[in-house]
Each structure stands twice: as structure tokens, then as C-alpha cells.
Nanobody, 130 residues
Framework: QVQLVESGGGLVQAGGSLRLSCAAS????????MGWFRQAPGKEREFVTA????????YYSDSVKGRFTISRDNAKNTVSLQMNNLKPEDTAVYYC???????????????????????WGQGTQVTVSS
């Protein structure tokens, strides 16, 4: 089992920044690929970004590329999401997710698919006002 706890959400004006953190406990964190997804009211859960267990490969959705940055610290069992130049359309509940994936090649085939992630945090609300 892997337990994930997100923090750092809040209310920010358009153009502002927020940093989300996800703390993991349980199994060996460094064996797990990590992702961030978001879900706005009335919409499906949407891929935001993902990072392999080593940090060697990182993926972003087109909507956040150039504005968001994912990083991980395997020594501290944390993954972070730095969000800059936030837009009202970024408003959503943000979820941290983990999947056992020692193979970067395999992860590259499904990183965007929320159904493939086994472990999820409870979510943190991000609201961007215009």
C-alpha cells in the first residue's frame, strides 16, 4: 500500500503561482512513477503531468506545458507541482497518483491514463480567479 497526501492548494488570482506537494508513505517510493491529474466540476479527470520513478522522463499535457513543473525527491518521498501563470481554466481539484512502474518504457505508454494508477490522494482544491 502507498498512502498519498496532497497539500498546497488554495485560491489565487490569474497570473499567480501555487506549489502543490504530495507526501507518500508505505512502499518504497522510488519504485513508483507519479502523476498529477485534475478534475473540474462536471468534467472528467484530466492528465496534467507525470514523472518516472527516476525522474528521467517527464510528461506534460499541452494545456500546462511551459507553466507547470513537476519534480520529485525520492529521499523525502515527495513529489511537487509548481504552477505558474495560473489561468481560471486551471481551477479544479488536483490529485496526486502513484503506480508501481520500474520500467520507464512501459510507463511511457500509459502515463496519461488515470485508470492505470493504483494509488490516489484525496485531492486538493485549486481555484484561480479572473
Amino acid at each position: 500500500q502507498v498512502q498519498l497526501v496532497e497539500s498546497g492548494g488554495g485560491l489565487v488570482q490569474a497570473g499567480g503561482s501555487l506549489r502543490l506537494s504530495c507526501a507518500a508513505s508505505g512502499r518504497t517510493f522510488s519504485n513508483y512513477a507519479m502523476g498529477w491529474f485534475r478534475q473540474a466540476p462536471g468534467k472528467e479527470r484530466e492528465f496534467v503531468t507525470a514523472i518516472t520513478w527516476s525522474g528521467g522522463s517527464i510528461y506534460y499535457s499541452d494545456s500546462v506545458k511551459g507553466r507547470f513543473t513537476i519534480s520529485r525527491d525520492n529521499a523525502k518521498n515527495t513529489v511537487s507541482l509548481q504552477m505558474n501563470n495560473l489561468k481560471p481554466e486551471d481551477t479544479a481539484v488536483y490529485y496526486c497518483a502513484a503506480d508501481y512502474s520500474p520500467s520507464d518504457r512501459l510507463f511511457s505508454t500509459y502515463y496519461f491514463n488515470y485508470a492505470r494508477y493504483r494509488y490516489w490522494g484525496q485531492g486538493t482544491q485549486v481555484t484561480v480567479s479572473s
